[in-house]
């Protein structure tokens, strides 16, 4: 009886361990998908400042 509420108590503690690490990972993703998004807002934000310069530019001459 003993040992198999050791082995249990080990089965969990390893799954809650497993589950922590999850959590690192996502945490991660979630981090580097954060910045992916702000990369490519700001190039777009700098595709739009290009083209509305070239347009004014345009426009001018």
Avoid: C, G, P, Y
């Avoid at 981090?31 to 004014?56: H, P």
């Amino acid at each position: 009886m003993k040992s198999t509420v050791l082995a249990e108590e080990k089965r969990i503690q390893k799954r809650e361990k497993d589950v922590k690490l999850l959590q690192k990972e996502v945490e991660a993703i979630n981090l580097s998908a954060d910045k992916a998004v702000r990369d490519s807002e700001k190039i777009f934000t700098d595709v739009k400042q290009q083209i509305r310069s070239r347009q004014e530019s345009e426009v001018a001459h």
